[in-house]
């Protein structure tokens, strides 16, 4: 098994140029039902080597893949930005409609420890609006973009923002007989590709813990599946539990202390959760349905799932200790893998009907039901930190394997995510400290 390394810690400041920012003018109100995306213009940053320009491009990549930005074209500059201590030529931005304007510099210091700074202006008010600086190693320059953009994210929409994180996905090889299926994770923008498991076994259903740095995701190392904690750190695995028939779809709780999941037993499959400090396993249906793909309400304090308990697969709510479910879904078709929004206000699902698989939402009294996009075969969403954006993966029609795509809550912002194969079941990260 390849050795996952951590990235290194960060340190970040405020870079003070005269005073506080002031409020500025420019923004971006992200509820509203459409928002025209804000030009704004990334200037290449100024550095001795082309690791500046490089910076600046992922940091416009990042913006712009959102879909509430729209970076201008470098072509399109008058200013050449040469001292990003100087307050830039307001007017020469405002000619060519940028609404905001990001400069930067990258020194590299003592050590090869690079200082990666910049700069947010509001050309219209000719106002800063943020500035910081941070500390970093040379290999982890993406990263300090990431956090850039971030930053720049937040300030103009006033929400976190979720290019920092990572996605831990299953890599496909091979024919569809003989498919090599490894776990694997990469920065949301499929930069950075690692290999966490060598591909003996096939693995299933990675899923984030949202409090430390490992995934727990199922093997089919004999002929029944076991349930699997791999430390990304360290790349150290331990096995959750053995249990009696077939195990299905772990996912942590929101505190990390334990995990949800579907147990089959006798032909039927019922929920069950698992303290990982003391192991003990906890029944919460009872049913001769198959009740599978729990998910927890990120306050802890609810369960969606799937189940055909109604003669047809459909999502139900239930508290976390179990209880009476409430079915939640009930138009055309057959409803799967729901999994609840960080933001505790959508539930996201993969939903089959009319020989067509869609991804989409609702709130979790099963109103405001939205469909997102439709094809062949799309499943598996997985919501960013913020909750404002999806991914899943698609099998098109005749296609050789599935690939990895995002999505934002509009429905209108949908892109492909570049893998070195065929990629499936995607699970988004926490924001990385």
Do not use: C
Request: charged share 25%.
């Amino acid at each position: 098994m390849l050795r996952f390394i951590a990235f290194v810690t960060m340190a970040a400041a405020a870079v003070a140029f005269g005073g506080q920012p002031a409020r500025a003018l420019v923004e971006i109100d992200i509820n509203q039902g459409n928002v025209e995306p804000l030009p704004i213009a990334i200037t290449d940053f100024i550095s001795s080597d082309g690791i500046g320009a490089d910076i600046s491009g992922v940091i416009a990549a990042d913006l712009k893949r959102s879909g509430l930005f729209a970076p201008v074209d470098k072509g399109a500059f008058i200013e050449k930005v040469s001292n990003p201590d100087v307050a830039p030529r307001f007017e020469d931005w405002r000619v060519i409609n940028a609404q905001a304007v990001v400069i930067g510099r990258v020194v590299e210091e003592a050590g090869g420890r690079l200082r990666a700074e910049f700069r947010l202006w509001d050309t219209f008010a000719g106002e800063q609006m943020a500035g910081e600086q941070f500390f970093t190693n040379r290999d982890n320059w993406r990263r300090v973009a990431h956090i850039i953009a971030d930053s720049i994210y937040e300030r103009l929409t006033g929400e976190k923002g979720y290019f920092d994180t990572r996605v831990v996905f299953v890599d496909e090889t091979g024919p569809k007989e003989k498919r090599v299926k490894r776990l694997a994770i990469m920065d949301q923008d499929g930069a950075n590709v690692r290999y966490l498991t060598r591909g003996d076994d096939i693995v299933l259903t990675p899923r984030f813990s949202p409090t430390r740095q490992e995934v727990t995701y199922m093997d089919f190392a004999g002929p029944e599946p076991h349930v699997y904690l791999l430390q990304l750190e360290t790349g150290q695995r331990e096995l959750v539990g053995d249990f009696p028939g077939m195990t299905f779809s772990p996912r942590f709780s929101p505190d990390g202390q334990r995990v949800v999941m579907s147990l089959e037993q006798g032909g039927n499959a019922n929920i069950y959760t698992m303290d990982l400090r003391t192991r003990q396993t906890t029944r919460l249906t009872s049913s001769d349905a198959i009740d599978t793909s729990p998910s927890y309400s990120p306050d802890g304090s609810r369960i969606v799932f799937e189940s055909d308990r109604g003669g047809r697969q459909q999502l139900y709510v239930m508290g976390a200790n179990g209880g009476e479910p409430q079915r939640i879904s009930f138009g055309n078709g057959s409803y799967s893998t729901p999994v609840w929004s960080p933001r505790g206000d959508l539930i996201a699902f993969t939903k089959q009907s009319g020989g067509q698989f869609s991804i989409g939402v609702m709130k979790p009294d099963g109103s405001g039901e939205r469909i997102l996009t439709t094809g062949f075969h799309n499943e598996g969403p997985t919501w960013a930190p913020n909750g404002r954006v999806l991914m899943f993966f698609r099998q098109a029609a005749g296609a050789g394997g599935p690939r990895l795509f995002s999505i934002d809550l509009t429905g209108r912002n949908e892109q492909q995510i570049p893998t070195p194969d065929f990629a499936s079941d995607p699970a988004w990260s926490p924001r990385l400290e």
